[in-house]
């Protein structure tokens, strides 16, 4: 895949300058690169909380739901009796 690259100026603390500079030797990439790929898993960890808190906000919803239902539907079965 084949993504068009823009440039950005940014500081760093020292501590994770050091740390893409040992990346960067250990993997023989650039720090560019380092950097995106780090920013690429923080994007893909928080796409996944955002999922699971919809998915347990959307439970919830459904639970409710579920619950009325079966309320109205008991109300209903009990008039006819």
Avoid: W
């Amino acid at each position: 895949m084949t993504t068009q690259a823009g440039k950005l100026t940014i500081s760093l603390p020292t501590h994770l300058i050091s740390f893409v500079n040992e990346v960067k030797s250990e993997e023989n990439i650039s720090r560019s690169k380092v950097i995106s790929d780090c920013l690429s898993e923080f994007a893909r960890k928080r796409k996944i909380q955002l999922m699971e808190e919809g998915y347990k906000t959307m439970a919830n919803e459904n639970r409710e739901f579920a619950r009325l239902a079966f309320e109205l539907q008991r109300k209903v079965v009990l008039r006819q009796e």
